[in-house]
């Protein structure tokens, strides 16, 4: 038996076709949703996404600005980059793109963003929000992992659900977001004892560690639904994931792959919240 495919890429395709005809009906009504992305230095990586994101944009109709700045910008450069988006009424939508240049605090950079104005769902209000349950733009990559999930026709209330990685952007986010969605939830890392035991209980596997192919079969129940959200560039420039796809094909339910899993569906959620953004700015 083999595993169902989660097609990440087309379902992204089919959410982002639905979010320009919003667009196109919003125009007529003179509201034009807006994102702006910061990007410091030039790591190649990030000019890849952040090219990615630019083109979405675009394709969706909204208006977008990228603001390139040099390797060398100062933190209260940055900020005063980031205030003046906050005061920006074209802009609904502020992401600054991770990893930053060592002499710069992420932390004071994400925290000055405006929580209305946080696409990426990463301050400290946007994760009260998240976890008290309130109405909040939700972290896009957890987000398209839920949306994924629901695609694959799992409703995770009353399930086991195992997230491995607990970073503040993927792992613990998703967490709460299973939680709320009523999984039994344990999250496990770099300090887990008998993790291979843990893994291989979850009717949910998600897989947030950036270790290329690192979770074998042996992690997975048979059956499992396994969302593998690790992107890993290989020596050979090829993608991997955290999850060793081949191996795991033949164990798990339902499984996506990398690329074109749960990447594709964080920028379609990143134009989902732009949307929401501006939609809850014009008071529609
Ligand atoms: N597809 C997408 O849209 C996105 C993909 N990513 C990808 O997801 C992956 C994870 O990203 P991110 O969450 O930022 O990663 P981080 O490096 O911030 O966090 C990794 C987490 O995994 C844990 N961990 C590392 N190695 C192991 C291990 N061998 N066993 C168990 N736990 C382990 C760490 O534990 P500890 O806390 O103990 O150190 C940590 O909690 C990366 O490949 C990244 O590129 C990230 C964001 C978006
Ligand atoms: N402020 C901020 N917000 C982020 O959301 C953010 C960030 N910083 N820094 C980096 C990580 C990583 N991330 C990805 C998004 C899409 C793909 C994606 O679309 N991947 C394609 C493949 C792309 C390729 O070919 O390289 C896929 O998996 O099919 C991957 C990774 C967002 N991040
Ligand atoms: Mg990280």
Same mark, same amino acid.
């Given at each position: 038996?083999?595993?169902? $495919?989660?097609?990440?890429?087309?379902?992204?395709?089919?959410?982002?076709?639905?979010?320009?005809?919003?667009?196109?009906? %919003?125009?007529?009504?003179? !509201?034009?949703?807006? %994102?702006?992305?910061?990007?410091?230095?030039?790591?190649?990586?990030?000019?890849?996404?952040?090219?990615?994101?630019?083109?979405?944009?675009?394709?969706?109709?909204? #208006?977008?600005?990228?603001?390139?700045?040099?390797?060398?910008?100062?933190?209260?450069?940055?900020?005063?980059?980031?205030?003046? %988006?906050?005061?920006?009424?074209?802009? #609904?939508?502020?992401?600054?793109?991770?990893?930053?240049?060592? #002499?710069?605090?992420?932390?004071? $950079?994400?925290?000055?963003?405006?929580?209305?104005?946080?696409?990426?769902?990463?301050?400290?209000?946007?994760?009260?929000?998240?976890?008290?349950?309130?109405?909040?733009?939700?972290?896009?990559?957890?987000?398209?992992?839920?949306?994924?999930?629901?695609?694959?026709?799992?409703?995770?209330?009353?399930?086991?659900?195992?997230?491995?990685?607990?970073?503040?952007?993927?792992?613990?986010?998703?967490?709460?977001?299973?939680?709320?969605?009523?999984?039994?939830?344990?999250?496990? #890392?770099?300090?887990?004892?008998?993790?291979?035991?843990?893994?291989?209980?979850?009717?949910?596997?998600?897989?947030?560690?950036?270790?290329?192919?690192?979770?074998? =079969?042996?992690?997975?129940?048979?059956?499992?639904?396994?969302?593998?959200?690790?992107?890993? =560039?290989?020596?050979?420039?090829?993608?991997?994931?955290?999850?060793?796809?081949?191996?795991?094909?033949?164990?798990?339910?339902? !499984?996506?792959?990398?690329?074109?899993?749960?990447?594709?569906?964080? !920028?379609?959620? %990143?134009?989902?919240?732009?949307?929401?953004?501006?939609?809850?700015?014009?008071? $529609?």
């Amino acid at each position: 038996m083999s595993a169902k $495919v989660i097609e990440g890429k087309r379902i992204a395709q089919e959410i982002r076709e639905e979010i320009r005809q919003e667009t196109e009906r %919003l125009k007529e009504r003179g !509201i034009v949703p807006g %994102l702006a992305v910061v990007l410091v230095g030039g790591d190649p990586a990030s000019a890849v996404y952040v090219g990615n994101k630019e083109k979405t944009c675009k394709e969706m109709g909204f #208006h977008s600005e990228v603001h390139r700045l040099p390797e060398e910008t100062t933190q209260e450069q940055l900020l005063a980059v980031v205030a003046d %988006l906050n005061r920006n009424d074209a802009v #609904h939508g502020i992401l600054v793109q991770l990893p930053l240049p060592k #002499h710069i605090a992420e932390k004071a $950079v994400i925290d000055a963003i405006a929580v209305e104005k946080d696409v990426d769902g990463f301050s400290p209000q946007s994760t009260g929000n998240l976890v008290i349950g309130d109405e909040s733009l939700l972290p896009c990559t957890p987000a398209g992992i839920i949306e994924l999930i629901r695609r694959a026709g799992v409703d995770p209330a009353g399930k086991h659900a195992v997230v491995i990685g607990r970073s503040n952007i993927v792992g613990k986010p998703v967490a709460m977001l299973l939680l709320r969605e009523n999984a039994t939830v344990t999250i496990c #890392h770099s300090r887990t004892e008998n993790m291979e035991a843990i893994a291989s209980q979850a009717d949910i596997l998600v897989v947030a560690i950036g270790k290329p192919k690192a979770i074998g =079969r042996r992690y997975v129940k048979p059956g499992a639904i396994v969302i593998d959200v690790g992107v890993n =560039r290989l020596e050979s420039g090829k993608l991997a994931g955290d999850v060793d796809y081949d191996e795991c094909l033949d164990v798990a339910g339902a !499984i996506t792959p990398v690329p074109g899993g749960v990447g594709p569906m964080t !920028i379609a959620m %990143l134009m989902q919240n732009t949307l929401k953004a501006a939609k809850r700015k014009a008071g $529609v």
